[in-house]
């Protein structure tokens, strides 16, 4: 027999890797350009080593080239240094000491701005200011503190080349005389050798291009490290920082980076390019050759060419916002699940407008949930309860949760209830609902779809006299899986099966066991949970569960008692037994069974047709 099971085992090639590839092999054979030698051990470096790297925001790095290849970080440094200001310092001190206007003038330049402050921190003058700072607050510890946060940007432990701390040591003159320049003006207090001695190491810290990239999609997620998850900075420090690398993070260059290529960046004379896409990805590259400004001159060509083959530009987005509702119903169009008694199931049916679904996607920003909004502004539309399931929802922006909360707690009437369903424990946004509900927004949680509508539609059947029967014992004649047998052969059923009562907190039924038994719920109420507890469905009196033991399919849940539980218990051998004696009930049952089967999957398919379309 012919194997056809595959013979190679390496990862098929992406599209993106292979165009950072193609890239890398278009560039390579470009020489343009200088080793930067005004620091003597940077023009050591081996002008023909060049490595591009892409990091994605869940944490998956790309790689083409020479990535693994060290060098110093240099003036990269100084959008890292600069966010952890931020958020140590405060942004009120921060700013009052630097500005956040491009110079127009090269990085080293010996100028200050009328107010005699920085132009911004990205220049030298600005960095060896923040430095300042971090050493007046910090003391001895303040290059600790900058490894150790440039560390946890990379994601793992980063050195300093020490021979070029010491070469930069040696021959930084100009970087004297713009402390002192700073000194003078109040921008930097106490010991000038301490604090350069700061920034120089600061640039000495050893990377490599697979380094900034995932330093720039932790600054492109928000502040978190995708690769070790971390939270290494603020959003308010990550979105100031972003501000100003695009303003001035390629020096005297800027202009025409963001006009060009219109990505959030930073490079350095070592070789280094870092940049960053909100949202999407972080890219570092490598290339020791530079421009008259200071920048890589393969690096520009490649971060222009990634931006231009796959439309990065910042200010080129076409977002339409009402992707963001994936769906919008009823269960006038939805049915809603089978499985209750008779009359329940008809106070359903004569108010299946008083549920209405939202299923949301994506980013929950300023404009989404204002669309979100604006679907809830005619008062004929606004049901008894509103189900807002956020199990697609990735994000959910400061802007975009002031909206939703503004929507609960001031658009809609007191007369609906909210409820937010799919925010299990690992969901994004289940800390930002959490917090909310904590500070008084008043809203029902719930961990998927299936709990939050079973919730809603009790809360209608309790509200029109439904659960009067939760203390009185069912008849088994209103079981849908029983209906359509006769008073004998429910008798005969009932004779054969086994009463059964189960205290509260009972687990009756367990998932990982083989399905053996089927119970008919006579008393009390149960809950049906996933196997990490999360609700699933409450089940009241008149209703089965384990019915997958009359056709020998494993369980995907357990089954509790919420309150003392009494049911009537047949075993699968008990049902085959009946089969044999009372074969039209046996065939009726199974009837029944792929009756409540098949209306499970309408409801799945109804809410899939809405959800696609």
Not at 272 to 280: N, W
Not at 281 to 289: C, E, K, V, Y
Not at 357 to 366: D, N, R
Request: net charge negative.
């Amino acid at each position: 027999m012919p194997n056809f099971l595959p013979l190679a085992t390496t990862p098929l090639e992406t599209p993106l890797l292979r165009a950072i590839r193609d890239i890398h092999t278009r560039f390579t054979p470009l020489h343009d350009g200088e080793v930067a030698s005004y620091i003597p051990e940077l023009g050591k470096a081996d002008p023909d080593h060049f490595g591009i790297a892409v990091a994605t925001t869940d944490g998956h790095v790309y790689e083409a080239g020479d990535t693994a290849v060290p060098f110093t970080i240099q003036s990269v440094s100084k959008a890292i240094v600069y966010a952890l200001a931020l958020d140590m310092l405060g942004s009120e001190k921060v700013e009052a000491a630097i500005g956040v206007e491009p110079s127009g003038e090269a990085f080293n330049s010996i100028r200050l701005k009328a107010d005699n402050r920085p132009f911004n921190a990205m220049v030298n003058a600005g960095a060896i200011c923040c430095s300042g700072l971090l050493a007046e607050a910090a003391g001895d510890e303040a290059f600790e503190l900058i490894r150790t946060t440039l560390s946890r940007f990379a994601g793992r432990e980063l050195e300093v080349d020490d021979a070029v701390f010491q070469s930069e040591r040696q021959t930084g003159d100009r970087n004297r005389a713009i402390a002192y320049l700073l000194r003078t003006y109040g921008g930097v207090r106490g010991d000038v050798d301490h604090i350069l001695d700061t920034y120089f190491r600061q640039c000495s810290v050893l990377v490599t291009a697979r380094d900034l990239a995932v330093m720039g999609a932790s600054f492109a997620n928000h502040g978190v490290n995708p690769v070790t998850g971390e939270m290494v900075a603020s959003n308010y420090a990550v979105a100031r920082t972003l501000a100003v690398m695009i303003s001035s993070g390629m020096y005297d260059f800027a202009g025409e980076w963001i006009y060009r290529v219109g990505v959030p960046a930073k490079s350095g004379v070592g070789g280094g390019i870092l940049a960053a896409l909100p949202s999407q990805l972080g890219l570092g590259i490598f290339s020791p050759r530079l421009d008259a400004h200071g920048n890589s001159v393969r690096g520009l060509r490649t971060c222009s060419a990634l931006s231009d083959a796959f439309d990065l530009h910042m200010l080129s987005r076409r977002d339409d916002v009402r992707t963001c509702i994936a769906a919008d119903y009823d269960f006038r169009t939805v049915p809603s699940k089978p499985g209750r008694q008779p009359h329940e199931q008809s106070i359903l049916e004569q108010r299946s407008g008083s549920i209405r679904v939202l299923e949301l996607a994506g980013k929950l920003s300023f404009a989404t949930m204002d669309y979100v909004t604006r679907r809830l502004t005619d008062p004929a539309g606004v049901p008894a309860f509103l189900i807002l399931n956020l199990h697609r929802v990735s994000t959910i922006t400061d802007a975009g949760l002031r909206l939703f909360t503004g929507l609960i707690r001031n658009q809609l009437p007191a007369s609906t209830t909210t409820v937010i369903a799919g925010v299990e424990g690992n969901s994004p946004v289940a800390p930002q609902v959490k917090a909310m509900k904590e500070e008084g927004v008043r809203v029902r949680i719930f961990p998927t779809y299936d709990a939050a509508v079973d919730w809603a539609e009790d809360q209608i059947v309790y509200r029109h006299g439904g659960f009067s029967q939760i203390g009185i014992e069912a008849d088994l004649s209103g079981q849908a899986l029983l209906a359509g047998l006769s008073p004998q052969e429910l008798a005969d059923l009932s004779r054969l099966g086994t009463r059964v009562v189960f205290d509260a907190g009972t687990r009756i039924i367990d998932a990982n066991e083989p399905p053996a038994r089927v119970y008919f719920l006579v008393r009390g109420m149960v809950s049906v949970r996933s196997m990490h507890d999360v609700r699933l469905s409450t089940l009241i009196p008149g209703m089965a569960f384990g019915e997958l033991a009359l056709i020998d399919q494993p369980r995907s849940a357990d089954v509790w008692a919420d309150t003392e539980a009494v049911c009537l218990e047949i075993s699968a051998e008990q049902f085959r037994a009946f089969q044999e004696t009372h074969a039209r009930a046996a065939d009726r049952i199974m009837r029944n069974l792929a009756i409540l089967l098949a209306g499970r999957v309408r409801m799945a398919t109804a809410r899939i047709d809405m959800l696609t379309g």
